[in-house]
């Protein structure tokens, strides 16, 4: 019999190699609860803070993919994949010539209102699809632009021809897109090899659990009903 008592956030630090929905499912499972979502999918290969939702909380899904977010990630440059980050397949190899201070200089140049395309494995739906699903059959369709805004972009460490960095975002920022197109701006192309969020407005990783580490005191400490 499935519960239907109870309610809530649940805060996850999500593990690299599962989806969103895998998540769900666990959190599904290990709490005998039908009424489960999340709010603001992170990819597969993605690590850091994902908001599963519970019983009524669901209704608040909203709410909470509309906020700001922030993520820790690393661009390697010279090689593009059709994904945009590590998952995909390579498509293009460029040697890479740039010098530190091309590199702060062009990342300067993406800080505020930027325009996206948005990736072709994306969630987004064109005429009832999702995105991923036309690309898994080879299908390419036009995409429009998005303005997003880039509120902050800090380099941490460069060690060509990786550079890792924070960044502070908009709703609908895609990193691996964002990792492209610094890519192309410098001229060599690359691809995004690590994701990690750390927020999502002012809920923050460390306040996450791990999945071998999740109960219920951990759903009820956030929001109850």
């Known amino acids: 019999m499935k519960r239907t008592d109870l309610s809530g956030l649940l805060l996850v630090n999500k593990p690299s190699g599962m989806t969103s929905h895998d998540v769900v499912d666990f959190v599904r499972k290990k709490f005998e ?4 979502g999340h709010a603001g999918t992170l990819d597969p290969m ?4 994902l908001i599963i939702l ?8 909203n709410r909470f993919s509309g906020m700001d977010k922030a993520y820790e990630s690393r661009l390697t440059l010279g090689v593009k994949t059709d994904s945009a980050d590590s998952m995909g397949k390579i498509i293009e190899e460029r040697p890479v ?13 993406f800080v505020g209102e930027i325009e996206q395309v948005p990736p072709m494995v994306s969630a987004i739906r064109h005429k009832g699809k999702r995105l991923y699903e036309l690309a898994r059959k080879g299908i390419t369709v036009e995409r429009p632009k998005r303005k997003v ?4 972009l800090e380099i941490k460490n460069i060690d060509i021809p990786n550079i890792d960095f924070e960044v502070s975002c908009s ?13 192309e701006a410098l001229g060599c192309g690359g691809h995004q090899s690590r994701l990690h969020r750390t927020r999502i407005g002012d809920l923050t990783v460390e306040m996450a659990r791990d999945l071998d580490d999740i109960d219920e005191s951990a759903v009820q400490q956030f929001y109850s009903w």
């Not at 010539?97 to 300067?108: A, T």
């Open 33 to 36: 609860i039908k009424k489960v």
């Open 97 to 109: 010539n740039v010098s530190e201070e091309d590199i702060r200089d062009v990342f300067s140049r």
């Open 149 to 152: 805004k880039i509120y902050s």
């Open 171 to 183: 709703k609908g920022t895609y990193i691996r897109t964002l990792c492209e197109d610094i890519g």
């Open 46 to 49: 993605a690590t850091g803070l």
């Open 54 to 61: 519970i019983g009524k909380a669901t209704k608040l899904s």
